[in-house]
C-alpha cells in the first residue's frame, strides 16, 4: 500500500458525458500526476500538478483537465467522454525533491459505452 | 519524444528459474529509469529505480536491474523466481527535462509455474 487512494474504483458513463475522478495524494507528497491505462497497455501520462498548478502535460486534449486542491488531493475531469477513454485511471504522489520517483494509486476503471 | 521498448510480452518461467526482463529505451541524454510491478489485482509498485551511480541497482524481493548506457538498456534480473513472482513488469523512462513524467513500456506478463 502506498497510501495513494482514489475514487470511485469503478464508473459507467455513456459517451458525450463528463466524469471526475479523485485522488488523494500520500502524506508529505505534494506533487501529483495522472496517467491513462489502457487493456493491455502501460500507463500514459496525462498531466501532472505541483503546487496547485499543471506542472508538465501528456499529448492529450484540452478536454482533459485536472485540479490540485491546498491539501494535495486531486482531481481529473474528462468532458465529452468518447469511447476511447475506456481505461483504467491512476494516480501518483510524489515528493517534490524527487517528482519523478511516483507512488501510484489503485487506479479507478472508467467504461464508456 | 523518448520512448521505452518491452520487446518480452509474455515469459512463461518454472520456479527457481532464473529471469532476466528486457527493457530499452530511446533518447541520447540524462535519464532516470525505473521498474515497477503490478501484481493480480494490486496497484503498480515502484520495484527500483537508477538515477546515477553504480549502474547496478538493487531491488526490493531480491530483483536487481543493471543500466548499460551504450545499449540504451536496463534489464530485469532475479536469480531464482517464485510463483508469488507473477506479476506484469513495466519498464518506465523519465527524461531530465524538467518535466517530471515517467514514460513506461507496453509491460511483460510473467507466469511463474509452480
Known amino acids: 500500500e502506498t497510501g495513494v487512494t482514489q475514487s470511485p474504483t469503478h464508473l459507467i458513463k455513456t459517451r458525450g458525458q463528463q466524469v471526475t475522478l479523485r485522488c488523494s495524494s500520500q502524506?508529505?507528497?505534494?506533487?501529483v500526476s495522472w496517467y491513462q491505462q489502457a487493456l493491455g497497455q502501460g500507463p500514459q501520462f496525462i498531466f501532472q500538478?505541483?503546487?496547485?498548478?499543471?506542472?508538465g502535460r501528456g499529448n492529450f486534449p484540452p478536454r482533459f483537465s485536472g485540479l490540485q486542491f491546498p491539501n494535495y488531493s486531486s482531481e481529473l475531469n474528462v468532458n465529452a467522454l468518447e469511447l476511447d477513454d475506456s481505461a483504467l485511471y491512476l494516480c501518483?504522489?510524489?515528493?517534490?525533491?524527487?517528482?519523478?520517483?511516483?507512488?501510484f494509486g489503485p487506479g479507478t476503471r472508467l467504461l464508456v459505452l | 519524444a523518448q520512448s521505452v521498448s518491452q520487446h518480452n510480452h509474455h515469459v512463461i518461467l518454472s520456479e527457481a528459474a532464473s529471469l532476466e526482463l528486457g527493457c530499452n529505451y530511446s533518447?541520447?541524454?540524462?535519464?532516470?529509469l525505473f521498474w515497477y510491478v503490478q501484481y493480480p489485482g494490486q496497484h503498480l509498485q515502484l520495484l527500483l529505480k537508477?538515477?546515477?551511480?553504480?549502474?547496478l541497482v538493487k531491488g526490493i524481493k531480491g530483483f536487481e536491474a543493471e543500466f548499460i548506457k551504450s545499449k540504451f538498456s536496463f534489464n530485469l534480473r532475479k536469480p531464482s523466481v517464485q510463483w508469488s513472482d507473477t506479476a506484469e513488469y513495466f519498464c518506465?523512462?523519465?527524461?531530465?527535462?524538467?518535466?517530471?513524467?515517467?514514460?513506461f513500456g507496453s509491460g511483460t506478463r510473467l507466469q511463474v509455474q509452480p
Open positions: 500538478y505541483y503546487r496547485e498548478e499543471e506542472n
Open positions: 502524506s508529505g507528497h505534494n506533487t
Open positions: 518506465a523512462v523519465n527524461v531530465d527535462t524538467g518535466r517530471r513524467a515517467l514514460t
Open positions: 537508477y538515477f546515477s551511480g553504480d549502474p
Open positions: 533518447y541520447g541524454g540524462t535519464v532516470n
Open positions: 501518483a504522489s510524489s515528493l517534490e525533491v524527487e517528482q519523478e520517483t511516483q507512488y
